[in-house]
């Protein structure tokens, strides 16, 4: 089980960018797969990015592509996410998941391992 630390979230103006990271502790990183998920309170939790254990191959959801970017440092022990094109339906705190196994899923439950969360909120 991987432990996640999720930061970079913020404040932006619609069509700002940001930039999310999410570090892992252990010496095992380079084996999970990666995963952005994004929740809105009382709102279903939602698919965003992941990543496999090498970084050579992604996949995201269709509201995302083309503007968020997933990538990953295996020797820093962590993946980031950025987002650029920022619209106020990008609004949500960001979570940071990690699986073993889980690589082509886009249900939050397939991963195992959590991150705390950070906000991120785009004005109009």
């Known amino acids: 089980q991987a432990q996640l630390v999720e930061s970079g979230g913020g404040l932006v103006q619609a069509g700002g960018s940001l930039r999310l990271s999410c570090a892992a502790s252990?010496?095992?990183?380079?084996?999970?797969?990666m995963a952005w998920f994004r929740q809105d309170p009382g709102k279903e939790r939602e698919f965003v990015a992941a990543?496999?254990?090498?970084?050579?191959?992604?996949y995201y959801a269709d509201s995302v592509k083309g503007r968020f970017t997933i990538s990953r440092d295996n020797a820093k022990n962590t993946v980031y996410l950025q987002m650029n094109s920022l619209k106020p339906e990008d609004t949500a705190k960001y979570y940071c998941?990690?699986?073993?196994?889980?690589?082509?899923?886009?249900?939050?439950?397939?991963?195992?391992?959590w991150g705390q969360g950070t906000q991120v909120t785009v004005s109009s």
């Open positions: 990543i496999n254990w090498s970084g050579s191959s992604t």
């Open positions: 252990g010496h095992t990183f380079r084996r999970y797969v």
């Open positions: 998941a990690a699986d073993l196994s889980a690589y082509g899923s886009r249900w939050w439950r397939d991963f195992i391992s």
